[in-house]
């Protein structure tokens, strides 16, 4: 869908509405403001009026939405999660000083094994607030698949380190987290909280 627009089009439609969601506050927005966010990008004259021009006004909306606001989204959970280290993040949970001596690549990216100064082996796995049980899995995913990550019986410790990405986290669905994660030894560091 992407490829129907000219690279510097593409830049410039990105351009704009990284700039009109950052200004509308398209992060903190809930479902209905970003519909109506969105029905307002379809139709921009720096947005929706120079993609009409180069593919099916029915397919103008979809594009916004899947090729530039997703991307908009996932640069802010980056940035987010960027802001606090895997070592920041074990110290303030575990206590503990460790290092990276791994880091997860491709579909693994936002994964981090560290190694404490005891020797303990801890995994840090990123992910959004809403899709918490994706960050959990893929650290139970690389403990299944390196079994040297286990050391004399004992699995490493995880944390989730999760980004809000904008939107408001209650304490009652904080907790409810923190509980999940923590019936299974797993525990929660939230970015941005």
Known sequence: MANALPKNIQAKVKRAVYKKADEFGYMECGRIESGRFLDTLVDDPEVGKVIIEYMPKERVRTYIKDGVLNAYTKAATKKALAA?????VIKNVFNETAAVIQKGKGKQGGLFVLRAESGHIYVVSGGTVLKWETALRKSLEIIANEPNLTI???APSICLKL???GQSLTEADKTHIITAV???GVKAFFCNA
């Open 163 to 165: 980004s809000l990405t």
């Open 182 to 184: 923590g019936a299974v």
């Open 84 to 88: 606090s280290t895997p070592e920041n």
């Open 152 to 154: 004399d019986g004992k």
